[in-house]
């Protein structure tokens, strides 16, 4: 599993309420738009690792766990 399918993964497990707090959390402290976030979660462009790790301080999950090295 790649970063970006941990992190589709992730959210994908919320619940609606949860999943849109933890998405907009992300997107304010990191400073990204919707589309940014969109385009990580389906894959089409990479995590940067420091976004990665910056994700996984954002969550409070290490996603590193579901990452294939």
């Known amino acids: 599993m790649t970063a970006n399918e ?3 993964y992730y959210l994908g497990s919320l619940h609606n309420n949860e999943r849109i707090a ?3 959390d992300i ?3 990191l400073g990204i738009s919707r ?3 969109s385009d990580w ?3 089409r ?3 940067h690792p420091i976004f990665f790790a910056k994700i996984i ?3 409070g999950v290490d996603l590193n766990a579901y ?3």
Do not use: P, Q
Request: charged share 40%; aromatic share 0%.
């Open 27 to 29: 997107r304010e402290i």
């Open 22 to 24: 933890k998405s907009r």
């Open 41 to 43: 979660r389906r894959g």
């Open 67 to 69: 990452v294939d090295n």
């Open 6 to 8: 941990a992190l589709d």
């Open 45 to 47: 462009t990479k995590i």
């Open 35 to 37: 589309n940014v976030l």
């Open 57 to 59: 301080e954002i969550v």
